[in-house]
């Protein structure tokens, strides 16, 4: 049984200096002690080493301003991490992310930081840069780097890990590809990279500017396929936009019970004496997005909001006959009467191949309930003539 699914132009100077695709999974950093394993571990410093905090205190309580001595406010918009230990050392495991699901996109935050600010050392190897020089250099003498950078007033740095794996989307959409962009504020994209059958695997570490309480669109990852696009949020790993609202909802399972079933036999009317025929439903399922073979019901893209794709894999099988035409139909009939056909054209769905006799159809989001009907019937392409009919198979499909 198929694996069903469980939902402005780049700026140049936003972009990492060292901005490459990491080639292991976030989720891999656990393993090797780079990134905290549960929410027990101890809560990362961003003022480690000695850094003061942008919004540290004194031993007192009372509120200390960083030293213009020796602190600098950095312009930093969002960059792509390399170094794994240092970030896996700052970030605290997000155990409650949310998985976005996309073609060749399976999208979820591992771990986050907001951070008041950051070592020279720090920062040096999360953006590959020399510290600048602190705020309050005289620029006409020798000055040493800032020892603790900050991100600004009223704002942090965000340092969030994700990753995508292959959903295993269905069906199969293997003509197709997914773009991945990188966004800040909801429109500005940091890096955009290309998902593919058989290339799936991507993960990231970003370091951003954000404000001090950030929205959850602040940073995102969006997924992009067709016209259909999704985004998730590195700040807390909520889904932000979605195309299919239904697959988050409700899930994308569909119960078949009091499934008919038929076994006969047609005379071939050729070579032999009969052929064998068995058929019935077993499966269904549904998808936001079908981009298959002709036999899945071809190039039909994203369903509207409020509606959804039922893809019905029909079980039939029979003897191979050059003579006889199998001229069976099917339709799925709603609860208020109205009467579905399928995608797919009804002449060639039951040819002697039957390598894929699927039924897809479309159907609103909301609905509970629908019933398939095969109408099984037969002719002879050299007795035109000749037609058996066999009584109408149907099944009952719940919807999760």
Request: proline share 6%; net charge negative.
């Amino acid at each position: 049984m198929p694996r069903r699914l469980l939902p402005a132009a780049a700026r140049p100077d936003t972009l990492a200096r060292r901005g490459v695709l990491l080639s292991a999974p976030a989720l891999l950093l656990a393993g090797c002690g780079l990134l905290p394993s549960d929410k027990e571990d101890e809560a990362p410093q961003g003022a480690a080493d000695g850094a003061e905090g942008a919004e540290g205190t004194g031993g007192d309580g009372a509120s200390s301003a960083p030293d213009p001595a020796t602190s600098a406010t950095v312009d930093l918009t969002a960059v792509e991490v390399t170094d794994e230990v240092i970030a896996g050392g700052l970030m605290t495991r997000l155990e409650d992310s949310e998985t976005l699901l996309h073609p060749y996109a399976q999208v979820t935050v591992t771990a986050t930081a907001l951070l008041d600010s950051l070592t020279a050392d720090q920062y040096t190897a999360l953006t590959g840069e020399e510290a600048p020089l602190p705020d309050g250099a005289d620029l006409s003498g020798e000055e040493s780097p800032a020892t603790t950078l900050l991100p600004g007033k009223l704002k942090k740095f965000l340092l969030t890990a994700w990753e995508s794996t292959d959903p295993g989307w269905t069906p199969d959409p293997s003509n197709a590809s997914t773009e991945l962009h990188l966004t800040v504020g909801g429109n500005e994209e940091i890096r955009v990279d290309s998902t593919r059958k058989g290339d799936a695997e991507r993960s990231g570490i970003v370091l951003a500017v954000v404000d001090a309480t950030p929205e959850a669109a602040a940073v995102a990852v969006r997924a992009t396929t067709g016209d259909g696009a999704q985004e998730i949020s590195l700040i807390d790993g909520t889904i932000l936009t979605t195309p299919a609202p239904r697959m988050y909802e409700r899930g994308l399972e569909v119960q078949i019970s009091e499934a008919g079933a038929l076994e006969t036999q047609i005379p071939d009317g050729f070579g032999q004496d009969v052929i064998t025929l068995r058929g019935t439903v077993e499966e269904a399922y549904l998808s936001p997005f079908v981009a298959a073979s002709v036999g899945h019901g071809g190039d039909l893209g994203w369903a509207q909001e409020d509606e959804i794709h039922l893809v019905v894999p029909l079980s039939w099988e029979s003897d191979y006959s050059a003579n006889v035409e199998d001229r069976t139909e099917v339709r799925l009939l709603l609860p208020d009467g109205t009467e579905l056909h399928p995608a797919q054209s009804q002449a060639t769905m039951f040819s002697n191949s039957h390598a894929d006799t699927v039924a897809t159809f479309t159907i609103p989001a909301a609905l509970d309930t629908a019933t398939l009907e095969i109408m099984p019937r037969f002719g002879q392409g050299l007795d035109q003539e000749f037609e058996q009919v066999e009584e109408t198979l149907t099944a009952k499909l719940t919807f999760a």
